[in-house]
C-alpha cells in the first residue's frame, strides 16, 4: 500500500522528490496547497480510503510519512 499511496502523492505533488524526502513539510516547500490535498483525498478514496477533509488537519498531512502512515492507519481500520 505504501507504493500506491507514494505514486498517488508523486502524481499529486507533480514531483519524485516526495520518495526520497519523506519529512520534507510539502506545505513550505510549496509542493502541496489546499487544492492538492482534496486531489489526494480524492485519490486515497480510489485506493479504498476514505477520509473526509474534516477528518484531518493540516499538521497531520504535511510530509510524505505523515500522509503514509495517516492513510495506512485507514487501509488497517
Known sequence: ME??????LERVCGTDEVRNERDMNLFEAGILDSL???E???GAEELGIKI???EIERTDID???K????????VAG
Not at 3 to 8: A, V
Open 67 to 74: 500522509i503514509i502512515a495517516a492513510f495506512s492507519k485507514r
Open 40 to 42: 489526494l483525498l480524492v
Open 63 to 65: 510530509t510524505p510519512a
Open 52 to 54: 473526509e477533509p474534516t
Open 3 to 8: 507504493e500506491k499511496i507514494l505514486s498517488l
Open 36 to 38: 492538492g490535498v482534496i
